[in-house]
């Protein structure tokens, strides 16, 4: 019943007043992408970069300036064609960030709603409700008020009614945001195995990387308004495709520099201490571009051992143990990085000399501008 | 999980294309009926005021219509008599009812007087006696003649006589009725000020009072002066206290001169259009000031954490504040009851000396009997009553709709329903009244001498707080509960039916309750659109004063208030914490009665 979802080039356009006057500001900026048949896309970002409206407009909530959305071959929002199906014409699912179950209602009845709205009556009602509840691991509860559950229960309600009549997709709108932490975990894997089990294809929605990570078959990473990589985690993680997707990874290290030479997918970076750094470099930048060198503190290794390229001498600054895991500040290369490593012993003191090892498939190269 | 479902949404595929003109219709709609209710009314006003044919017996006519005739009005010496008493009354008024609602503000914010709690509460009731009532109350006790508290200052052989017929009198029944208004805005002030303001100044070296003058003050001032305004606008509408004891001295106000205006033979309905555009220009003036200092207000004193004022320890003083409040209630609302109870059932209210007083074969219920006889009385109930139900079921079908337009839609002009709806606010209830006088008085079979168009009047007088209070209730209504049921196949009309409107319940009923309860003692407007037929309780009320029966009068004055009272309390009971998270707010009810004197 799931269905394949294209994005087309959609534009979402506001106005915004500024100290100028009115000013046009793309909240969702040429963005296109297609989730197959099944498949479950993470759309990850920070606060105000896009996702949450991209989303909205998928369900119709929002009017989008220009672009197309096709659901299984039908497009469903073209409004340069003149097509704007309202929601509830759309049958889709969603799940809201804030819940959005019916207080005033039960638990049956919550489910019940939608079937309702598609003359779904009697027995095959309830039947529907009943499986949906059993999915979600909340029969036993269907005759109680939903304000008597807790948050983790209103999620596991909300997500039941928006699967029950099987909609052509499911959308999330950070449906574990307003849960505490460790709910958190336990949902994001059971949201996991529950959709994989009904086979819906899904786009969620959220700025929790590891979320992201657990959930999503393809993450695509956005910033303002624009989708800068849809890719398996895997590749997000190990070769982001720019420097604020490789910062969005958790590579809180950058090193200023300029390409001296390249070979193949790999280059040379001359950083400000004359130092020459091995680093994997995009496909367009020339030698002579003036590029960033990003990696994540764990990729950096602390005295490593064994012959190996990119080995730097450098100083331990300072030693933050935390308790399963120690961060050092380290000075090499004249700049200041982050080196983690893991364990409860902490290796190394402060105000000694160390060589640093930072493996060349890790430091990843971007060009200055852009 | 289900192939029905699935298979019948195959079946209502058909891919709906918005309907782009549903919404422009649907403001059109709305702005046609405020047109019809508030600026259909008002122009008509305005063109009353410029024009000198009778509507009665000419019909409409722009031919002579002139600034003149307007200005001729502005320059007669008994309209600026009128102008100046009211300004007047007003402003003595609003006078003691800044000394009395700050002194009040102060006892119950920042001392340790006992019973504050119950004293705050009890202050507030004098917001919910109409105020035709309230000067019945003071002509028995106060009239210079006969006056209840004469013949005992006469029996206890003190020389002196109170007044209640003057100036002073009026000035004193508006500041001892609306100063709760002004406690409302200072208290709020007040308790919301951080103490480390004043703290801070202590320890830089300035003395108690050097403080309060220096930084308490100036930091409440917007207050102050916002609880002010608000409070002069609402004496200047108010009908019934300088009716009733303005009149016996010759002292008319812009409200008692309008009414007679249209009560003499003929009667002068352009010249008391005239004298109503001037008192909505002068209300206006004054709202729009208040709403700017409420607005504009340039000090927060609101620091977003919570403090608990630390109540100044007055030592033995402290009685003496209690005193103070204890004076105050006794005079505002013991005093008037026991007025209203014993006018209500002697048989004459000459009382020689303080034993007959208590003579109980003096008391009977023989005014009630008397009130009751006249059918006059049971039938101005019934309509009171049915206007209140009509009333209350458009004017909350029709705030709901306007509320959730303007909170919940993207219907275009909405921001031009939003400022139409706030009009009413600067007009006060006589004008309104005038003003439906001129729209529907010159259109033979039409509206005028039905209950409707006194109902009609009340919407459109009470608008813009009905609809104010179900915007809040609709805010507390999260989007997505909406959005949800949107997603889950249903379209605006049944997800209003099936979710907002469950929820928003206890707000819509507490703003009915609280339409019906003002529609049941509006005055102003009722004073000019009710016939034989419609007679109102708060219009017989006047026409058993005039007629010159105080017993009555202070028997019906009992009945109504016996009524309002079960109605308030009504509201209260359905709109008490924990009838749901959208019942309308505790502090809204009151403003909607103050806002209609």
Known sequence: ?370 | MVDAGAASLAASDKVGVTRAWVPWAWSGFLIAVLAFLVLYPTSMLLIGALTTTNPVVEGYSLSDISIGNFLAVVMNPNVAAALGNALLACAGGTAVAVAIGLAFAWVVVRTNTPCKGLIASAGMLPLFVPPLVAGVAWSILGSPKTGLLNLLLNKAGIPFRFDLYSMSGIIFVFGIYYAPYVYMFTAAALRNMDPALEDAAEISGASATRTMATVTFPLIMPAILSGMLLSFVVMLGIYGIPAVLGAPANISVLTTYIFALTAWSPPRYNTAAAVAVILMIVTGVLVYLQQKIVSGRSYTTVAGKAFRPRPLNLGKWRFMTLGLAILYLFVVVVLPTIALFIAAFRKFLFIKDIPALFETKQYGWQHFIKMFDNPLTIASIINSIKVGIITAIVGGLLSFAIGYTITRTRAPGRRMIDVITTIPVAIPGLVIGVAYLWAWIGLPGGLYGTLWILALAFVARFIPDTVKALSTSLLQIHRELEEAAWICGRGTLSTIASIVLPLARPGVVAAMTLLFILSMRELGSSLFLYSSGTMVMAVQLLGYYEGGNIGITAAFSLVQMVLLGVLISFTNWLSRPGRGSAAIKPDTAPTGVVRSG
């Open chain 1, 1 to 370: 019943m799931s269905s394949e979802l294209r994005v087309e080039q959609l534009r979402k356009v506001f106005t915004t007043t500024t100290a100028q006057g009115p000013a046009l500001k793309a909240a969702v900026d040429d963005v296109s992408f297609t989730i197959a048949a099944g498949e479950i896309v993470v759309l990850l970002g920070p606060s105000g970069c896009g996702k949450t409206t991209t989303l909205r407009c998928v369900a119709g909530l929002e009017h989008p300036t220009s672009g197309k959305i096709v659901i299984g071959g039908t497009v469903y929002t073209d409004p340069q064609g003149g097509v704007l199906v309202p929601p509830r014409n759309r049958n889709l699912g969603m799940v809201f960030q804030s819940y959005a179950v019916w207080p005033h209602m039960t638990v049956r009845q919550n489910v019940a709603y939608p079937l309702k709205s598609r003359g779904v009556k009697g027995a095959a009602q309830d039947k529907a409700v009943k499986e949906a509840l059993d999915l979600v691991e909340l029969s036993t509860y269907a005759d109680r008020p939903v304000t008597q559950l807790s948050g983790g229960q209103m999620q596991r309600v909300a997500l039941a009614r928006s699967m029950v009549y099987q909609p052509q997709i499911l959308l999330l709108d950070e449906p574990l945001s307003n849960l505490d932490a460790q709910l958190r975990l336990r949902l994001r894997d059971d949201l996991r195995r529950i959709i994989k089990r009904v086979g819906l294809t899904a786009l969620y929605v959220t700025h929790d990387q590891t979320e992201a990570v657990v959930l999503g078959d393809r993450i695509g990473v956005m910033r303002d308004g624009k989708l800068l990589q849809l890719d398996t985690p895997s590749a997000i993680y190990n070769e982001p495709a720019d420097l604020f997707v490789a910062g969005f990874t958790g590579a809180t290290n950058v090193i200023e520099g300029r390409l001296v030479s390249r070979d193949g997918a790999f280059g040379v970076v001359a950083v400000a201490s004359g130092e020459h750094v091995n680093a994997r470099v995009g496909g367009t930048v020339a030698p002579g571009t003036a590029v960033r060198v990003a990696l994540r503190p764990d990729n950096v290794v602390l005295n490593p051992v064994g012959p190996g390229v990119n080995r730097f001498l450098g100083g331990v600054s300072t030693r933050h143990y935390q308790g399963t895991q120690t961060v050092y500040q380290v000075s090499v290369l004249g700049a200041e990085i982050e080196a983690l490593e893991v364990g409860s012993a902490a290796r190394h003191d402060e105000n000694t000399q160390v060589t640093v090892g930072l493996p060349p498939e890790a430091c990843w190269a971007y060009p200055v501008a852009g």
